[in-house]
């Protein structure tokens, strides 16, 4: 056998080997999602948590990770929940003693393999007025060179989709980040964008964010 059929041979091996690895890290990622409390608050297949809780499911695989490993270390902490005087990432931190490196990444796998939901419905529902209104100050605040027109992808593999995120979810994030609190991997590159992003402006551009649909259709 020539060199380079062996090289060919070898790669179709490799790429044979590395599929049903992939698949076997998916089905174990689902079995810790379970069994480790996530589901509790992040929801059926990481797609229904609760508005206030970020959704999982088809968010990039390395942002995914480097936040798991952050609220562990607390690194990433948030502001109060006034239900229950305690920072939102508690509860969370909580838990992940429960896993270690290798099992964070094999969850990270399985929740970047899942279909995102169906975008939450808003009560009231925002108006047009008040979409477009988001959509231009997403825009007008240049959000739009990290992730994407619409919140749909991202340039950066380590930034996070945004797209379908829940309301309040959404609001909490840019205020906690605009303010300081949320200060952890990352999260100073936004800095001098969402600074300049009033109360007003972050409701609206969450209008906006959490109604893009980027579920199957
Ligand atoms: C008690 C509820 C709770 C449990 C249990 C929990 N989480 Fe979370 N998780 C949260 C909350 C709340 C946040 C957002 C914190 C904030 O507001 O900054 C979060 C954030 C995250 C994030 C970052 C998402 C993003 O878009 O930045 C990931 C990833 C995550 N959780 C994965 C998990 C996994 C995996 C488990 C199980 C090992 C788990 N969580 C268990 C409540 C929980
Ligand atoms: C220079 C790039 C950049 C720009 C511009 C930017 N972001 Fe971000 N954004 C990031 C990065 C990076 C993170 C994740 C930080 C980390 O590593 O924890 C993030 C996180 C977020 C999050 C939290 C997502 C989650 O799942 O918790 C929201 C919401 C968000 N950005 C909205 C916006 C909005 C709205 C704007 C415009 C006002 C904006 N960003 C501008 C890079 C950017």
Redesign the pocket.
Known sequence: MGRSVTLVFAAALAAFIAAPALADDIADGEK??KT???M???GLKGARPIQ???A?AG?NEK??LT??QD?KSAK?I?SKDPATGHP??E??QA??H??NDDE?KT?AKY?TSLEPGKPKAIDPPPSQDDLAAGLAAFKKLGCVACHGADGKKTNVATY?IIAG?QRD?LV??MT?MRDGV?VNGQSKLMLGVIKKADDAAIAAIANYISQVDRSAK
Do not use: F, N, S
């Open positions: 810790l999602y480790k409390t996530c509790a608050c992040h206030t809780y970020p999982l968010q942002y995914l936040q798991m609220i990433r948030a939102y990432t509860g969370m838990v992940m429960l896993l964070l969850i929740l996070p995120l979810y909490r994030q906690d949320r």
